[in-house]
Structure formats: structure tokens, C-alpha cells
């Protein structure tokens, strides 16, 4: 009995390490899945994609960090392998000097945002000019200022360019996209005119009655794409991901969706499962071909 005993006492303790055993493979099969690093800027439609394509990438069991960042320090970290992706590059006009810059180091996978892409300085519907060179009438109404975002950002270089070149007596004030949002909608809702540095896709033109003012001298160039860009090295070490990627495609539609649950209040990644939840044969056109 003794001797039996042992017998089923070695066999149960062989299953356990067996058991164990069998279960490393599969988690070294997830952690062999790897780390994703995805910078963004803080800007409304960067958050949204960054954070969709987390939730979509944790999915398949890759870590995936997120990292805030200026866009220059951005595109320094993609050309050092520092990170592997940014969803937000602005081509071939606002952020033309980083890619001229850093484009040997980097991939191209494509425009996602399927609508055209613009910059240019915005006011509400109810102020009267239509033209980037009649601001000078109105200096007062708009107290001398254009209100920007941070000081990295093409569109901040595109706008102080414009101001020179129209011969503009205003300063354009620094900030970030919170705060030119917060004093957009404090002047929206006062009825007080305002001009700041606005962009498309963005939810404020779903939430405000705005509109670009007209800008003859081309400072802010013709309309752009959104582009998914990934270090050199990246196709190679996550070939899968790199596919998906090149296959995501967003409408104007399905962005201002997103976007809208965020400004709702949700958190980007509680808005990102939302949103997949309810498109996802969207997703499935991306991730499974």
C-alpha cells in the first residue's frame, strides 16, 4: 500500500509539472508577441486612433504603451527606434520638414483617413470676414490674437508663417488643444470673435458652426492626408501588424464617431471598446484582410 501510495503521489506530482510545463509555451507564445510603442501628439483625432489601435493590438496579445509627445521629439523617436509608430503624420505639407528630415529611417504605410485632410486658421459662423487678409480690419473684435496650440506643432509653423506674410498685427498665443478648445468655446458661447488654428477631421466642427477662413496665399497648403508612419525596422520584426495596419481605413463618419464619445466624457480606451463593439466588421477588414 506503501509502495503504491508513493507510486500515485510521483505520477500526481509528474501531471502537475506536466501541466505546468505545457503552460509556458502558451505564455511565452504571448509574451513572443512583443511590445508596441505608439507615440502621439495630444490632438482629438491622434488620442482616437492611438487608443482604437491599442484596445485592437492588446486583443491579439501585444503589450502596446502608449507615448505623449511634441512632434519633434515624436519623429526623433521614430528615427531612433525609440518608438515603432505614430497614426497621425500630416502629408506633404504640415509636417513636410520632419519627413523631409527623418524619411530615410521611416515607412510610409499609407493615408487612413479617407476624406481630405486640412489646416488653416477657423472662426465661428458668425464672424463676418471670410479671408485670412481681412483680419487686419477687424483686429480689435479678435483683440489681436490667433489662437494656437503647442509650439511644436506644423500647423503653429504654418500660422506664424501666415502672419508674416499677410502682413497680420497679431500674436499668435501658444498653448495646447485643450486650452484653444476651452477659449473657443467660451467665446462660441458668448458670441465673442475668435480665430484659432483649426484642423480636419476634428469634433469641434460637429459641435461648433465654423468655418476656414479663405487663405489666398496658400500658407497652409492644399489638402493633406493622414498617414500611419513606423520606424524601418518595424515591418520586419511585426509583419502582421504592419499588414493591418496598411489596411485601416477610417471615413469622416466613423473618426467623428469616435471622436464623439470621447468628448461625451468616455475615456479614450472606454471609447475605443465602444466603438469596436459596434463596427467591428470594420475592425475585421483591417486585422483579417
Known sequence: MVVL??????N??????GS???NQPQASATKAKGTIRIGYVDWAEDIAVSNLW????EKQGYTVNLQSADVAPLFVGLSKDDLDLFLDAWLPVTHKAYWDKYKKDLQDYGI??????RIGLVVPNYVTINSIDQMNSERSKFNGQVIGIDPGAGIMKAAAKAIKDYGLNFKLIQGSEAAMMAALEKAYRDKNWIVITGWSPHWMFAKFQLKYLSDPKKDFGEAEGLHTLA?????????????ELKRFKLTD???GGLEALINQGMTPQDAAKKWIDENQNV???WTKG
Open 283 to 285: 475592425v475585421d477588414s
Open 5 to 10: 501510495l508513493l507510486i500515485a503521489s510521483l
Open 231 to 243: 520606424n524601418k525596422d518595424f515591418s520586419t520584426k511585426m509583419p502582421q501588424v504592419a499588414a
Open 12 to 17: 500526481g506530482c509528474g501531471g502537475q509539472a
Open 20 to 22: 505546468t510545463g505545457a
Open 112 to 117: 487612413w483617413y479617407q476624406s481630405p485632410a
Open 54 to 57: 491599442k484596445e485592437i493590438l
Open 253 to 255: 463618419q466613423q473618426i
